[in-house]
Every structure is written in C-alpha cells, then in structure tokens.
Nanobody, 116 residues
Framework: QVQVVESGGGLVQTGGSLRLSCAASGSRFSINAMGWYRQAPGKQRELVARITTFGITNYADSVKGRFTISRDNAKNTGNLEMNNLKPEDTAVYYC??????????WGQGTQVTVSS
C-alpha cells in the first residue's frame, strides 16, 4: 500500500514563507513524478507544481516566481518552498506521487492559511 504523507502547513501572514514536505513510501514501482495540488473552499482542486524524476518542473501561473518544488529521487521525498505568500494561496495542499505504471497516490492534505 502506497502512503503519501505531507507536513509543514500552518498559518502565516501575507508575504511570509512556508515549506511543505512530502514523503511517499510503499510503492513497488518507481515514482516518476511528484506534485502539489491545492483546493480552496468552494473551488476546484488545481495543480500548483509538479516535478519529474529528471527534474523537469511545471508551475501554475499564479505561483511562478514564488514557489519552488524539489525532490529527492532516492528517498521519494519532495518539498514545496512557498515565498511571498498571499491570502489567495490559502487552501488545503495535497502531495501526489505518480508511479511509472500510471497510478497516482494522494496524501491526506495539509492546511495553509495566509492572513491578510
């Protein structure tokens, strides 16, 4: 059973920073990509950032230049560095792990709240 566990959410003021961490374990297959999604109240879940095994990244336009995704392939861990946070970044953030056979596993989510 694959487990994906996030940590690092919390409350921060506008302009502040947070670092989210994620660890994936239990997969029989290699993890091809790791990603971060978020869902704000009343809104659809959206992709925030994603990184492949080869370090190829993509970001939502709303976070480019402020957020940085990274990962340790050997440990199947990942981080999301979030700087210059804005109230509109408030959401539950979910980490995902995509295996090479096409399965995607989700974490339970961690709350990020940015106060104005």
């Amino acid at each position: 059973q694959v487990q994906v566990v996030e940590s690092g959410g919390g409350l921060v003021q506008t302009g502040g920073s947070l670092r989210l961490s994620c660890a994936a374990s239990g997969s029989r297959f290699s993890i091809n990509a790791m990603g971060w999604y978020r869902q704000a109240p009343g809104k659809q879940r959206e992709l925030v950032a994603r990184i492949t095994t080869f370090g190829i990244t993509n970001y939502a336009d709303s976070v480019k230049g402020r957020f940085t995704i990274s990962r340790d392939n050997a440990k199947n861990t990942g981080n999301l560095e979030m700087n210059n946070l804005k109230p509109e970044d408030t959401a539950v953030y979910y980490c995902t792990a995509e295996t090479r056979v096409g399965a995607t596993y989700w974490g339970q989510g961690t709350q990020v709240t940015v106060s104005s």
